[in-house]
């Protein structure tokens, strides 16, 4: 069963998939993301600068087919693009409002939350969809990690 974890209370969303991302990558994770187009734009944007020793090999799920099949990190906008039908992704990272169709047929799935009222009410309405279906939910409040810090 796909191990469902919410990461809440997160300061800036994109810097923080940023980090995520990293960190799953450097564990050796094929990563896909999906979100709004806006998000999607401005992820892509900050994972060309986010950190230069630590660049992360990237691409849109748009992109030209070879492209995408040597990307670890694949981003989209939704799940029913065909590009990474050709690749196994090992994790999915939601930083959307919705469940993302097909989440199960990922090893592991991460909602990334902030702060923001909105984003956190749409969060708890997926919370209680996962939790109804029987899903394990781990969760991560990162102001209790920056409290503690």
């Not at 009410?121 to 969809?129: F, L, S």
């Given at each position: 069963?796909t191990?469902?974890?919410?990461?809440?209370?997160?300061?800036?969303?994109?810097?923080?998939?940023?980090?995520?991302?990293?960190?799953?990558?450097?564990?050796?994770s094929?990563?896909?993301?999906?979100?709004?187009?806006?998000?999607?734009?401005?992820?892509?944007r900050?994972?060309?600068?986010?950190?230069?020793?630590?660049?992360?090999?990237?691409?849109?799920?748009?992109?030209?087919?070879?492209?995408?099949?040597?990307?670890?990190?694949?981003?989209?906008?939704?799940?029913?693009?065909?590009?990474?039908?050709?690749?196994?992704?090992?994790?999915?990272?939601?930083?959307?409002?919705?469940?993302?169709?097909?989440?199960?047929?990922?090893?592991?799935?991460?909602?990334?939350?902030?702060?923001?009222?909105?984003?956190?009410?749409?969060?708890?309405?997926?919370?209680?969809?996962?939790?109804?279906?029987?899903?394990?939910?781990?969760?991560?409040?990162?102001?209790?990690?920056?409290?503690?810090?």
């Amino acid at each position: 069963m796909t191990e469902v974890e919410f990461h809440f209370n997160v300061g800036d969303k994109l810097e923080y998939s940023c980090r995520l991302l990293r960190k799953a990558r450097s564990g050796g994770s094929t990563l896909l993301v999906v979100g709004a187009p806006e998000l999607i734009e401005q992820l892509d944007r900050l994972l060309w600068t986010f950190s230069d020793p630590d660049f992360l090999p990237h691409c849109r799920s748009d992109a030209n087919p070879l492209t995408v099949a040597a990307s670890p990190v694949m981003l989209a906008t939704s799940l029913h693009d065909q590009a990474f039908n050709a690749q196994s992704y090992g994790v999915l990272v939601n930083l959307g409002r919705e469940v993302p169709e097909n989440f199960e047929r990922f090893e592991r799935f991460i909602e990334v939350v902030s702060s923001a009222d909105d984003d956190r009410q749409a969060a708890r309405v997926r919370w209680k969809h996962y939790k109804d279906r029987g899903y394990a939910l781990k969760q991560h409040d990162r102001a209790a990690s920056a409290q503690g810090a």
